[in-house]
Each structure stands twice: as C-alpha cells, then as structure tokens.
C-alpha cells in the first residue's frame, strides 16, 4: 500500500515585510500534535504545544500512560510501590502505577529522573513495551531500543540517532506507535484499546489509523480569514495561519490557501508536495 510523504510549505508576505517559513518537519510535528490532542491524547500549556521543547523524563511518561488511556487509573493510584526521592507530587501517583505496570524502572533504585531530559532511547522503551516487548525478556535493550523501534516501524531507520528529541518527536513517535502492531499479533496497538474501552471507535476513526489508498482527490480551498486572520501587517495572525494548518492536514491531500488581504505584495500559499 502506498504511503504518501507530505510536504507542506507556507510562505506569508504582508505587504512585502514579513516572510514565514514552515518545513515540513515542522508541519508534520503539528499534525501528529494536533491529531492527538483532538482527541485527549497530546496537550499543550499556555505557550502552546512547545513542539521544539525538549521534554523531561516525568512528561514522557505521562504522556505515554494518557497514550495507553491509563491516566484517570494512574491519578486515583494511591499506592506506593517504588521509593524514588526526585518525583513531584503532581507525578507521583503516575510514577508509581507506571512502576506498577512495569512501563519504567527509573533510572536508578531510588530516582526516576523527573527532571532529566527525555532522550529517544527512553521514550522508545516506554513504547515498546507498551507494545509487549519485554526488555527483562531479552526483546530489546535500552541501548538498541531505537534499533528495535525502526526494526518494527516506529521510526524510520535515518531517525535512530537522534540527538535532540523534543516534544514535536514524542507526539510522532506516540502515533506511530498506536498504528503498531502488538508483539506477536495481528492487532494494533489502537485497536487493543478500543476493545478495553481506553479509546473509543470515534477516537479510532479520528487518529485515521487506517492507511487507505484512495485519499481525497478534490482540490480544497481555505481561506485564512475564516480562522481569524486579520491580514493588515500589524496584527499577529500566527494562530490563525496555524488553525488553517491543522484544518488542511485533515484534508491530507493536494490543498490550495489563499487570503483576501489587501496590498499590492500580499500573498499567502499553502502548497502539499507528495
């Protein structure tokens, strides 16, 4: 089944003054960010999404047991199972269900590394045995666990090394992990979860887990107005172009942005590359 690599780019010029680039890193970062947080899974602060923050370890996790649709389980777990010193009490219930779960061991018998930068490898252990994989078991080790990741498909094989992993990679990896196969069976990850009611069907349909073959076809027109863009140079129209963003990842296919603002330079395209 043919997989299609989108590559949206969109170039802003206010009256010949500002310009604004976006790759596609960049736009796929917020479409995998945006899709999860659509449906409970992904959550920004007041700052945004912080796609380019590097996360710490407790955030990782977190964001790992809201991906497993544990974390209503993990905020009423009122039982103490590890002794780590460095957890806040705003994590400490997570910890200690995750610990309970064996989802993490921490990074020594009395830390958990709250603090600590999430690294790739850490993240994607998190993920493979969400999967099944057991590291006890000899499936992986924390050092080969992006090995094993690209090996099954959670990331491509030019993503093993990475050094700075950010939030914009974690809100990738989780997706594509969701679209993963369970160890040993023919079941994804999102339909085990749908089953034991963590993620409901219409979350499962939402997510588009489901690679299918004929996407849309039509050329689509947005026009940034209608997200709130004001368009005369002065005003700060980034949540509105950004709002226009999302809206076109959720056509995928080719799409066409364009603006009524006024001024001889005024431009605004969104262009997908397949």
């Not at 959670?154 to 093993?160: C, F, G, L, M, Y």
């Not at 679209?179 to 939402?206: P, R, Y």
């Not at 073959?213 to 039509?218: A, P, V």
Request: net charge negative; proline share 1%.
């Amino acid at each position: 089944m043919k997989k299609t690599v989108s590559w949206i780019m969109v170039m802003i010029f206010l009256i010949g003054i500002i310009q604004f680039n976006v790759n596609a890193e960049e736009i796929l970062a917020n479409k995998y960010a945006f899709i999860l947080s659509e449906v409970g899974i992904f959550k920004g602060s007041d700052k945004g999404f912080e796609l380019d923050r590097e996360p710490t370890r407790l955030e990782g996790l977190v964001m790992t047991l809201r991906m497993l649709g544990l974390e209503e389980e993990a905020i009423n777990y009122d039982k103490k199972v590890v002794d780590f010193k460095d957890v806040p009490a705003w994590g400490e219930r997570y910890v200690q269900y995750a610990y309970k779960l064996n989802l993490t061991k921490g990074i020594s018998n009395e830390h958990f590394g709250s603090s600590n930068r999430m690294d790739n490898k850490s993240y994607l252990t998190f993920m493979l045995r969400s999967l099944g994989y057991d590291d006890d078991k000899k499936d992986f080790t924390w050092s080969n666990a992006a090995e094993k990741a690209a090996e099954i498909g959670i990331i491509k094989k030019n993503e093993k090394n990475t050094m700075n992993f950010t939030r914009g990679d974690i809100a990738e990896v989780s997706y594509n992990t969701l679209k993963m196969n369970l160890k040993g069976e023919d079941k994804l990850l999102i339909e085990k979860l749908v089953e034991e009611k963590k993620i409901d069907q219409t979350k499962f349909e939402t997510l588009d887990i489901k690679i299918r073959e004929n996407l849309i076809s039509d050329d689509k027109a947005l026009n940034v107005e209608d997200f709130g863009a004001i368009g005369n140079g002065v005003a700060d129209d980034s949540t509105a172009i950004q709002n226009a963003i999302n809206q076109a990842w959720l056509w995928i296919n080719n799409i066409h942005a364009f603006t009524k603002w006024t001024g001889e330079h005024d431009d605004y395209r969104l262009r997908e590359i397949c």
